[in-house]
């Protein structure tokens, strides 16, 4: 499994560059991943991720954009003002989980 360097620190990836140990992720990484895709995080794409993280830990699996509608409360529309063009697959990445199965 590849390791790159961010910020000075070695952390696991995929083929596709998402965090292959998601326990390797904190806040401190989520703003350097974030601004590697261009976003600057507002306390609105903190909910998201936490509710990312949240889900995650309970379920096993990266949540979709559905599930962040439906169960996170955050409109489809909003993720993608959040997190521009690939909302599922960025919010995946910046909070440091395996892509959503489903997502291109």
């Given at each position: ?8 620190r070695?952390?696991?990836v ?13 806040e401190?990484l ?20 936490r ?21 996170g ?16 697959r ?7 989980l395996p ?5 291109v």
């Amino acid at each position: 499994m590849p390791v790159v360097q961010i910020r000075e620190r070695a952390v696991h990836v995929d083929d596709e560059g998402f965090l292959s140990r998601p326990e390797e992720w904190d806040e401190d990484l989520a703003r350097a991943l974030a601004e590697q895709i261009g976003i600057t995080l507002t306390e609105r794409h903190w909910e998201v991720l936490r509710f990312l993280r949240a889900d995650y830990a309970d379920r096993g699996q990266t949540p979709t954009t559905r599930r962040v509608d439906v169960v996170g409360g955050v409109p489809v529309k909003e993720q993608f003002a959040l997190f521009p063009r690939k909302p599922g697959r960025k919010m995946a990445y910046v909070a440091g989980l395996p892509k959503p199965h489903g997502c291109v």
